[in-house]
């Protein structure tokens, strides 16, 4: 018996993130096939010409599509509650396809200056070489992205909250600015997840992801995807991506879907165990400020409760001391691990200082408040008096 097609709109975001892009195939098999395969065999030469030439809807070679990263590509696109998705090859691959498919020389982006270090690097190195320039303002200052308009402007770029410093930005101001200046808003929701968060929702028209973080959830694949309109993101992303070939691996699809499953299980445990952590740091004597927008001390603790379903699972604390502070509480802990990923289930440690931030010229840095005794928790799953009492090795070897 043939399935019909579901409208996924009608169910929950659970159930979505379970079920979304799966129909059953001849098999009867109840979790999502792996088709680890290059190319597709055609039924004539007269099928493979339709096939090429688009008359026919239907798999030709991997790189454009596979029915693996379809099922993801669909259940994602759900979650997020856009028409289109396309997966990528990582979260680089999804930001890049984003700029590549929908500017052109002489365009103009507005970036927030507080973005992935390798985001910043591709806006201020590689598009300038094809005459795309970015303005970089302060995230959470709407005036300064207003101000920050050209008539050539044609992109708006954030993240929210950004990291580390977890501040955040107003999706539905930002998507007026834009889109009275006949600009796009792309936001990449690599934080927050569509469990916390539904930009498109908020007006953003495109949202980017690394797949590599909370998608997956357990630290195994890196990948990305790009949600959107049919033009957008169906037509003109899509061309780009099977042209130029960042396309997602059918198996890290696979890794991602069994991740999206859990999402929304999983992000309500990040959340709440990062705001018990939160609390319990604000309350150390050589803590000086603890930044995560689930604490009332939070500057955007009210606009963080308004756009988002709960804080996230990332914070940062800065100590009592300078950068030998701070690397020394990181190399007393035992069993967090010190490594510059997030959204894993295991609690992850960084000093953005040395790490994801060194390349920032230090006043930069410095009006990003990323200070050198700034240390930041990617807040794991483990049991919150486990990570709490290994938190507390920095401590004592401050003393
Ligand atoms: C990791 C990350 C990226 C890049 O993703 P990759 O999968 O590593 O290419 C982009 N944006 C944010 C916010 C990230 O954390």
Known sequence: MTQEKKDWRKFGFRTRAIRAGHERGAEGEQSEPIYLTSSFVFESAQQAAARFSGEEVGNVYSRYTNPTV????????????GERCIGTSSGMGAILSTCMALLKAGDHIVASRALFGATITMLETVLPRFAVATSFVPLTDPDAWREAMRPNTRMLFLETPSNPVTEIADIAALSEIAHSHNALLVVDNCFCTPALQQPLKL???????????YLDGQGRCVGGAVIGGNALVGTDVFAFMRTAGPSMSPFNAWVFLKGLETLDLRMRAHCENAQLLATWLENQPRVRRVCYPGLESHPQHALAKRQQKAAGGLLAFELDGGRDEAWRFIDATDMVSTTANLGDTKTLITHPASTTHYRMPPEARALAGITESLVRIAVGLEDIEDIKRDLQRGFDALR
């Not at 379809?70 to 509650?81: V, Y």
């Open 70 to 81: 379809r099922i993801f590509e669909e259940r994602l696109a759900a979650l997020e509650e």
């Open 203 to 213: 007006g953003a028209d495109i949202v980017v992801h690394s797949a590599t973080k």
